[in-house]
């Protein structure tokens, strides 16, 4: 079976129709927009939909468009044992692409584009898995089904519309993450809070602050406006703080006031470290700055004592912890709008085992009252997941990895959690990112290597006809 499998991929046929199927779907700007009647995610991702249910059918697949939220792709008719679970839907592009993020390039033997690792790609190589069991007839007594979302990257409204309508199958897994095999997902906390304050003329104090677009991405770029003070005020402060943080200022002098453009670096939010975090360096700059004292300055102080830069752990919040099984708290302070009134802002905390209400939420709640800040809404934490490292599908999937990786003994690991089944009870994430590759996730020059997608697909096969024999 493994020698049919490998024959099957290594044809350079199969290769290029891969290739060709990956841009197809990587071809269709499938970020989330405004909702409207068919098109409950935007008109992106019900393109991106459409196109992939298409696909699905010009490969011989019965596929099927739950409402404009999910499609489905299945191998047979037979009782559904399997799913497996990709999404369609891809983060905004951000800047200082070197291609085109929405055109699919493939360049010495790397894919670039948005949506090549995350999530259009591995979706893809499960796609062509299913294909391979097909076309070699292989012998499976059950059915795999590919359910394909369209808004992973926002909430997973899309999975939640399906499974109101559909039953969990027996085994799940997402090629939504990395190898070897992700079995526990840390819990999610992202509450929105801030303040308000009747306006005031005093000078200098900030009149505008912003950044940040998504609670899951590090953000790469803030902006503030400050009346009372000039560029040339402003900049002896900016030196210091762009060699601590990597950021990088921009000051203009404007009516009245000056300009502050912060160039930072984006990265997963659950990863926090691995970013330029450019909301938490303005406020490094602002909190220098000599500011009137009214409630703006307040504020600002506030959110840079509670959120300093290089703190993604919730030292300063007082919630950093960590346990054995799952790690350590990580926090993205992820977005940032103020004016003269008042600020809203929302972070994102990936919480181990070991939080608890306790020990997490009343006391980010109280480090805010005394601050003065509120939590405005979705002040809950969200479980964490884990399946046990001994679960039969937990082992053959990782029989699988060792199959076509040579990696004895691979052990299961723990993630900051959002992968695709975190809310899916047994499921697992299972690729396709590999330890040795940076895949730019969430960043720019996303890229994905041919040979790991022709390498992901082959275990995906052997991973369905070992779970549906």
Same mark, same amino acid.
């Given at each position: ?102 055109t699919c390039v493939e360049k010495d033997g790397l894919l670039y584009g948005r949506g090549v690792s995350d999530d259009k790609g591995p979706t893809v190589c499960a796609l062509f898995a299913m294909k391979c069991i097909r076309d070699l007839g292989l012998p499976v007594s059950k059915n795999v089904r590919l359910i394909m979302g369209t808004d992973e990257e926002s909430g997973s409204e899309d999975l939640a519309y399906y499974f109101a ?25 992202? $509450?929105?809070? &801030? !303040? ?14 912003? =950044? @940040?677009? #998504? ?20 900049? $002896?402060?900016? &030196? !210091? ?14 009516? =009245? @006031?000056? #300009? ?5 670096r984006n990265a997963h939010a659950a990863r926090p470290e691995g970013g330029i975090n450019a909301i938490q360096a303005m406020l490094e700059l602002l909190s220098q700055l000599p500011l009137a004292d009214c409630e703006s300055t307040k504020a600002v102080k506030a959110m840079h004592r509670l959120f300093p830069y290089g703190d993604t752990r919730g030292k300063a919040l007082g919630i950093a912890q960590a346990d054995d099984v799952s ?143």
């Amino acid at each position: 079976m493994q020698e049919k499998i490998n024959a099957y991929f290594n044809d350079p046929q199969i290769r290029k129709e891969l290739t060709a199927a990956v841009a197809r779907l990587v071809n269709v700007k499938s970020v989330k927009g405004e909702a409207a009647p068919g098109a409950p995610f935007g008109p992106g991702p019900k393109a991106a939909l459409e196109e992939a249910v298409a696909l699905c059918r010009d490969l011989g697949f019965e596929s099927r468009n739950y409402d404009d939220h999910v499609g489905i792709a299945d191998l047979n008719d037979k009782p559904t044992q399997l799913h497996i679970l990709g999404h369609l839907d891809v983060v905004g592009e951000g800047t200082d692409w070197d291609t085109d993020p929405y055109t699919c390039v493939e360049k010495d033997g790397l894919l670039y584009g948005r949506g090549v690792s995350d999530d259009k790609g591995p979706t893809v190589c499960a796609l062509f898995a299913m294909k391979c069991i097909r076309d070699l007839g292989l012998p499976v007594s059950k059915n795999v089904r590919l359910i394909m979302g369209t808004d992973e990257e926002s909430g997973s409204e899309d999975l939640a519309y399906y499974f109101a309508r559909e039953p969990y199958a027996p085994q799940s897994f997402t090629p939504d993450a990395e190898f070897p095999l992700i079995n526990v997902e840390k819990g999610h906390y992202y $509450p929105d809070f &801030g !303040a308000s304050w009747p306006a005031v003329m005093v000078e200098p104090r900030v009149s505008a602050l912003t =950044g @940040g677009f #998504r609670t899951n991405v590090v953000p790469p770029e803030a902006q503030a406006e400050v009346l009372g003070l000039s560029a040339a005020d402003v900049r $002896p402060f900016c &030196g !210091a703080i762009e060699g601590q943080s990597g950021a990088v200022f921009t000051l203009t002098d404007m009516v =009245g @006031g000056v #300009r502050i453009h912060c160039a930072g670096r984006n990265a997963h939010a659950a990863r926090p470290e691995g970013g330029i975090n450019a909301i938490q360096a303005m406020l490094e700059l602002l909190s220098q700055l000599p500011l009137a004292d009214c409630e703006s300055t307040k504020a600002v102080k506030a959110m840079h004592r509670l959120f300093p830069y290089g703190d993604t752990r919730g030292k300063a919040l007082g919630i950093a912890q960590a346990d054995d099984v799952s790690g350590d708290l990580t926090l993205n302070l992820a977005v940032i709008t103020m004016n003269e009134t008042g600020f809203t802002s929302k972070f994102d905390c990936r919480f181990p085992v070991c939080s608890t209400e306790e020990n997490c939420r009343k006391v980010c709640e109280t480090a805010f009252a005394q601050s003065g800040i509120s939590v405005i809404k979705d002040g809950e934490m969200h479980a964490y997941h884990m399946v046990e490292a001994d679960s039969p599908l937990v082992k053959t999937l990782l029989e699988c990895y060792t199959t076509y990786t040579g990696v004895k003994d691979p052990q299961p690991i723990a993630i900051g959690g959002g992968t695709y089944v975190h809310n899916i009870p047994g499921g697992v994430a299972f690729g396709c990112e590999f330890p040795d590759f940076d895949t730019k996730m969430h960043c720019a020059n996303e890229r994905a290597r041919v040979d790991d997608l022709l390498r992901s697909a082959k275990m995906f096969a052997l991973a369905i006809a070992r779970l549906c024999e």
